[in-house]
Each structure stands twice: as structure tokens, then as C-alpha cells.
């Protein structure tokens, strides 16, 4: 080849380089959209700040969490399931908008098996059986269980709203031990706890960080925890199994999930990255003072428990007969 043949093919070919080297820093530089489709201090948010700040220092790359909120989570699922696959955005949600609202609505506006891709399972927390002992005066499960069939059509129950994951909790212990009780949605965690504070309702499952402080100060009682052991923030509290219901292992979770054409490879590095930043023992310990376990793992990990959970709903909610609008 003619030498200034050769530059000018050398030259070609490294402005091809330089070119597909800037793309790629921009790309790279795109910031990074964390969508949470609830509220600022929830779960799904408080799931997603633990490791979004970490995140984009390990990728260079700007990541910002975006609250939008509305319709149970639909509105951000939605959004998730129109976003380019190419890793700028992912959603933190709960088991409601990953599992629960497949099972229960007639119409959702996506599935979560199809719409989206996994990523990783991010944290998971307990529900604790608690009673207010003014007005339900039982010590344990086998009293409780007694008590409440005694009194059909006079128990009652609170939970953040239909279809959430206190809401099946009870139906699926209902279901297990034949004890009903009667269902009162609030407008969400807080509240449902401040009615069963006030003697409204005598019952409920809640989740563990929601209960501690009313338990520790005698305002509830908590006669069972719905996880494999007992919980280092209530060690006094058994576990379902101790309390005599076998089996009974129930958590709430969040997870992180991408646009259904995300690149397997490209959703393994990021599940190995945010695995890696909530797996950190500080930021596992942060997470578990406020009733969090760490979870992380595989696209193919969560993948597998998700499709789990949505059998195992929906398995309930037929069962109680449970379908939304």
C-alpha cells in the first residue's frame, strides 16, 4: 500500500476509534434513573438511596432516584416497561408492583414477568403478628388463634391497604388456621399502626421496622415473627415455626428490575455491583436498623423467586377470593 495511502487509512480508522470512544464516555455518562414508584421515605425509596449514591461512583455515571408515585405503583411500572434498555433506567419496587398486582388486578397495564427483566432482589423484611393487648388479651399464637374464633364477626384487622402484603399475610394465616378476621384497609403502614394504637382494630400484620418502637414500649404485643429465626431487633419475639405455625416463612421485598430488552450480561454487572454496595457491612447494618435484611444475588436468582411468589399469591388471593378493579 502507498504509504500515504496507509497514513490516510490509519488515520480513518483511529477517527473510527476516538469516535466510538466518545459514544461510548457519553453513554457511559448519561446519568442513571432509579425509578421508585412510591413516595420518599418508603421502602422501595429507602431501598434504592442505600445503594444509588455508591452506584455511581463505581460506574462513573450521574444515578438518580426518581419518585412517581401513583395507581399502586402502575404509574412507574408503566414507565419502566416503555424505557430504553440500555441501562440509564431501572426500578426499586416492592413485592406489590413485582408480584402482588399480577395476582390481584383484573388489569394492571403490564406484567412483571414479561415487561421487565430482573436485576437483583435488594432487601426483604419480616411481618410480625402484633395485638393490642387492651382490647385482644392473649399472650400467644394458640390463645390468639382460640380467642379470635370465639368471636366471629368481631375481630378485626388492619393493613396499609387491599391487595398489600400485610392484607395476604393475614389471608394466607386465616387460610392455615382457620381464625378470620375482618378486614380494614388504611391509607397506608402508619396509619393502619396508629388504628390498632387506638384499639380500632385489635389485630394485624405489619412489617418489622413499622412495630418496633410501639412493642419495645409495651403498646403491642408481638406473638410472631414471619421469618426463619427470630429477629435481632426483637430477639424476644418467636419465630412463626416457634409460635406453632410451621411453614409460615412470609417477607416483604424490594427489587430491582430493568426494561425487559436489557442484555443479560449488562443486568449481571449491575446485579453484582448493587449485590456488592448492600452487602457491605455498613450498609447491611444501616439496613437493619430499621428491620431490613440484605438479599443481592443474580438476575437468575431473583428471577426464580419472584416467579415463585407470584404462584404462591396468587394461590392465595383466589383462595380468599381477592380481585381488584
Known amino acids: ?17 476516538l469516535a466510538r470512544q466518545s459514544r461510548a464516555q457519553t453513554s457511559a455518562a448519561r446519568p442513571m434513573t432509579l425509578l421508585v414508584p412510591f413516595a420518599p421515605g418508603g421502602a422501595s425509596d429507602i431501598a434504592a438511596r442505600a ?17 412517581r408515585p401513583g395507581a399502586n405503583g402502575q404509574l412507574a411500572a408503566r414507565m419502566l416497561a416503555r424505557a430504553a434498555p440500555d441501562g440509564t433506567t431501572l426500578m426499586v419496587g416492592s413485592i ?14 403490564y406484567d412483571p414477568l414479561t415487561d421487565f427483566a430482573p436485576v437483583t432482589l435488594a432487601v426483604t423484611t419480616p411481618n410480625v403478628l402484633v395485638v393490642n393487648p387492651n382490647v385482644a388479651p392473649v399472650g400467644n399464637l394458640a390463645e ?31 387460610q392455615r388456621t382457620g381464625a378470620e378476621a375482618t378486614h380494614v384497609p388504611s391509607r397506608g403502614g ?26 419495645r414500649e409495651g ?14 431487633l426483637l430477639p424476644e419475639v418467636p419465630t412463626a415455626a416457634e409460635a406453632g405455625l410451621p411453614d409460615f416463612e412470609v417477607s416483604s421485598w424490594q427489587a430491582v428490575m430493568a426494561p425487559a430488552a436489557m442484555p443479560a450480561p449488562l443486568r449481571e454487572q449491575l446485579a453484582a455491583e448493587i449485590t456488592a454496595i448492600l452487602r457491605q457491612p455498613a450498609t447491611a447494618a444501616t439496613l437493619a436498623q430499621g ?22 399469591w396468587r394461590r392465595v388471593a383466589q383462595a380468599a377470593k381477592i380481585e381488584l378493579d
Request: hydrophobic letters at 40%; zero cysteines.
Open 190 to 215: 402508619a396509619t393502619a399502626v396508629m388504628d390498632q394504637l387506638a384499639g380500632t382494630v385489635q389485630i394485624s400484620f405489619q412489617g418489622l421496622g413499622s412495630i418496633i418502637g410501639p412493642v
Open 219 to 232: 403498646q403491642l404485643r408481638a406473638l410472631m415473627v414471619t421469618a426463619g429465626e427470630r429477629s435481632p
Open 144 to 174: 390468639l388463634v382460640a380467642w379470635m374464633k370465639a368471636r366471629p364477626g368481631r375481630v378485626f384487622h388492619a393493613t396499609s391497604g387491599i391487595g398489600s402484603s400485610p392484607h395476604l399475610t393475614m389471608e394466607l394465616f386465616s
Open 51 to 67: 445503594f444509588s449514591t455508591q452506584l455511581a461512583e463505581r460506574r462513573g455515571q450521574p444515578v438518580v432516584v426518581e419518585n
Open 96 to 109: 406489590g408492583v413485582f408480584a402482588l398486582n399480577a395476582v390481584l388486578y383484573r388489569n394492571s397495564g
Open 291 to 312: 428491620g431490613y435484611t440484605v438479599a443481592g444475588g443474580t438476575p437468575e436468582e431473583y428471577g426464580a423467586f419472584q416467579r415463585a411468589e407470584i404462584e404462591r
Open 1 to 17: 500500500m502507498h504509504a500515504t495511502t496507509r497514513r490516510t487509512a490509519l488515520g480513518l480508522l483511529g477517527g473510527i476509534g
